[in-house]
């Protein structure tokens, strides 16, 4: 799970666990709430291929942050 979506699963979670002793049926949809962030803010690993000349783009999500990599981190492809 992606850093940034951790405080809403567990912010759902913590719901749901206190309304569980209270409002049981209630409980139920903050599970799922928080169960949906889950997969909303999944980080799956992404397969980069090895082949010459080849663009790898990201194909989903935004921009949070630009970083400088110093050129002896990179990683050479070509």
Do not use: H, Q
Request: net charge positive; proline share 5%; aromatic share 18%.
């Amino acid at each position: 799970m992606a850093k940034e979506g951790i405080k809403f699963f567990l912010i759902f979670i913590l719901i749901g666990i206190l309304t569980l002793f209270f409002f049981k049926w209630v409980s139920i949809a903050f599970f799922l709430i928080g169960i949906f962030f889950a997969y909303f803010f999944r980080d799956p690993a992404r397969n980069i291929p090895e082949e010459k000349n080849c663009v790898v783009s990201p194909a989903d999500g935004k921009v949070i942050e630009v970083v400088e990599i110093p050129e002896k981190n990179l990683k050479k492809i070509s």
